[in-house]
């Protein structure tokens, strides 16, 4: 274990070196920007007259989707004051004193029972309130002076590329300008309105900032009147791996995605030269460390991927499939195309501008570019935005889809929610006529599995097999919606949902999982068992708290124990820090979760630690309410230096046992490892 921890420890650092091929590149070491006494004096000035507005505002009860529109103005100037390295230069001053003017000048009106910005037309920044964290986010839009809400319009969904300076306040003031020329961005409009997802600041493509993507696009459908069917994804740079990450997992999220450069996997690439990861951290690799893995995906949404022929922001790795230097990340688009091709999907057509035959997706190359698009690539994108958002979504009859996790399991009208392995191949090719009245569906790697939209049908062959005593199926589920459960070989028709603990969507781990649904930190408030191992575990949350916010731009919710009431298991993900001595919740639980624990000792399987040098950590169903998680002395596992990565690997996996060492937030993992598909520890740590 010790050397495979170390091994991983290596590996990210090579892993980081690679990173840096992405970012800008430093010009020499400079003094940290620091505001005068007077620039201080200035900002605390206009956002305590703010903040005081915004009291007040809450207190008379305004309307929340307006008070969000004021709040996130004055979360611009407390997250600026609190981090003040990301004011990054003079201008970074600027801009904040500017927006907290813009904020108080919408409290005063919302004071008076108006808010002019919402009949506003062409570019402007609104808020809402995450659901995740409860914090408050921004949003940009921009309305086409068409849109007049008589009737349904397309949202383009828009991912940025990296940008150190792009913190809230930064992110409004562009928001209050005209456009800036963009070769990557819109010209053709269609009566289009387009969202600017802030993304948690670089973070588009994992964690808070994938919720963003999504949580966006429900706050802009409450406020204005959107074609659920002519949603495009699109994105570049970084923005390009959000979006890889984001349509290769949620097919059927989008009418067409439009992908511009974004990294390509190489951790798994380092990992194979180096000896791998241990277990528990490899096998999740294959959620976000494989998207290419994921092409198959792209069978049923319409992709155009595309970059530059001569991109050079990533560093060169020969590829040894092809023994050729990459290309950039132009190599993003490359790697799916071709495993489309080993798909069975293999292109045709010039080597700039090629289809995957038998799928709607085009790749594109644009010629004597960088990291851009040029003019003749744009004009084959606008086209392909027009053709798609014409079309809209539609309701495949052939449907392939694979997922390596039941987190990502949904394809249109089949769901994977139960899986023989995780972390390896899942997949469903599922067929049904134009009536939809015969389904022939093939699996592998599936052992539950969800088909809706059965009103009319009246055969169904899973794995050649009939799951029915006859063939009248509606008869025989009473419903639209059929859950297919697998016995040994053998497909049948589930009839009540399993008794012991399975995974399953959004109940498969690992403990990072817990963080992409809304989520609830508790404190301990009791007298420990142990003193060290306590406060190791109050150290493990208050960098959590300290590093989300950094990064992903929120202080978690976090209540003390003597606080929480059952209703707070029914409505989050609940994380619980301390030992069933400081923390009457764990206390609740202690005995309900696959370990022992004691004032003497923690056991896992055959595994003894001494409690008093030992801190267990965990993700498993919450006996309280067994719909969400309960997690023990954890937030997101991943290192600080990915939390703005292209993509960030879960350290953990489902549980771990911790040496505390005092005065260390990052303690070392004397274990850690998976639980099986029932939530048993595996043989292999017995």
């Known amino acids: 274990m010790k050397r495979m921890i170390i091994l991983a420890s290596v590996l990210a650092v090579a892993f980081s070196f690679l990173l840096l091929g992405q970012q800008p590149q430093a010009k020499g070491k400079q003094a940290p920007f620091q505001l005068t006494a007077e620039q201080k004096s200035q900002v605390q000035a206009k956002l305590g007259t703010l903040s005081a507005m915004v009291r007040s505002l809450k207190a008379k009860r305004a309307d929340e989707s307006l008070l969000a529109d004021v709040e996130v103005y004055e979360k611009s100037g407390q997250f600026l004051l609190e981090f003040p390295e990301t004011f990054v230069n003079q201008d970074g001053v600027t801009q904040l004193l500017t927006v907290l003017d813009q904020g108080i000048e919408r409290a005063t009106q919302l004071q008076k029972g108006q808010s002019p910005w919402v009949a506003q037309k062409g570019r402007k920044a609104l808020g809402y309130y995450s659901a995740l964290d409860g914090s408050v986010q921004p949003m940009g839009l921009t309305i086409p002076d068409s849109y007049d809400g008589t ?87 970084l923005g390009g791996a959000g979006a890889w990450h984001v349509a290769a997992h949620h097919p059927d999220a989008f009418a067409a995605a439009e992908i511009g450069a974004g990294t390509w996997p190489r951790r798994s690439t380092i990992a194979a030269t180096a000896g791998g990861y241990p277990p528990y951290q490899q096998a999740p690799l294959n959620i976000w460390e494989n998207i290419t893995d994921w092409a198959l995906n792209f069978y049923n949404l319409p992709l155009a991927a595309h970059d530059g022929d001569s991109d050079t922001q990533v560093a060169s790795i020969p590829p040894p499939d092809r023994g050729v230097p990459t290309r950039g990340q132009l190599e993003s688009s490359i790697r799916v195309r071709e495993q489309l091709a080993r798909e069975g999907y293999p292109s045709e057509g010039e080597p700039n501008f090629m289809r995957a035959q038998g799928t709607p997706d085009i790749f594109l190359i644009s010629g004597n570019t960088g990291h851009n698009v040029s003019p003749l690539v744009r004009s084959q994108l606008e086209a392909f935005l027009k053709e798609w958002g014409d079309k809209g979504r539609t309701d495949p009859d052939h449907i392939r889809f694979l997922t390596y996790t039941t987190r990502y399991n949904r394809s249109h009208w089949i769901s994977i929610d139960g899986m023989e392995k995780h972390y390896q191949r899942a997949e469903v090719d599922a067929q049904r006529d134009a009536d939809h009245r015969t389904y022939n569906i093939a699996t592998k790697n599936v052992s539950r599995l969800v088909l809706r939209e059965m009103n009319y049908a009246g055969s169904l062959r899973v794995d050649g097999q009939n799951p029915f005593a006859n063939s009248q199926l509606v008869k025989k589920t009473g419903g639209p919606q059929i859950t ?93 820090f301390g030992d069933p001595g400081s923390n009457q919740w764990i206390a609740k639980l202690n005995g309900r979760l696959p ?25 498993y169903p919450n006996p309280l309410n067994t719909s969400r998680y309960v997690v023990l002395n954890s937030g997101l596992t991943i290192d600080e ?8 690997m879960p350290k953990l996996g489902d549980f771990a046992v911790l040496k505390v060492t005092p005065g260390s937030d990052v303690p070392d993992a004397a274990v850690a490892g998976l639980f099986d598909e029932f939530w048993q520890i595996p043989k292999e740590l017995k």
């Open 151 to 237: 009737k349904p319009v397309r949202l383009y969904v828009w991912l940025h590329g990296r940008d150190a300076n792009l913190g809230e306040a930064s992110f409004l003031w562009r928001f209050s300008r005209p456009a800036t020329a963009n070769a990557t961005y819109d010209r053709a409009d269609l009566g289009q309105i387009i969202l600017d997802a802030y993304g948690r600041w670089n973070n588009a493509n994992h964690w808070a900032g994938e919720g963003d993507i999504f949580e966006g696009i429900a706050a802009v459908q409450r406020r204005y009147k959107i074609d659920p069917d002519r949603i495009i994804l699109r994105g570049f740079s």
């Open 484 to 576: 297919l459960e697998k016995v040994g070989a053998s497909w049948r028709v589930e009839t009540a949902k399993p008794a012991a603990p399975q995974k399953t969507h959004a109940l498969q781990g690992p403990v990072d999982d817990a963080f992409l649904d809304p989520f609830l930190l508790v404190r301990p408030t009791g007298t420990p068992w142990n003193k060290e191992a306590n406060e190791q575990a109050l150290r493990i949350l208050a960098r959590f708290d300290r590093v989300y916010a950094r990064w992903y731009r929120a202080h978690p919710r976090i209540k003390d124990d003597k606080d929480v009431t059952e209703s707070d298991f029914a409505k989050y993900n609940v994380a619980l």
């Open 595 to 619: 370990m022992t624990w004691t004032k003497e000792s923690i056991t896992l399987a055959d595994r003894v630690f001494p409690s008093a040098g030992h801190v267990p950590v965990m993700v």
């Open 641 to 648: 230096k990915e939390y703005q990565a292209d993509y960030s």
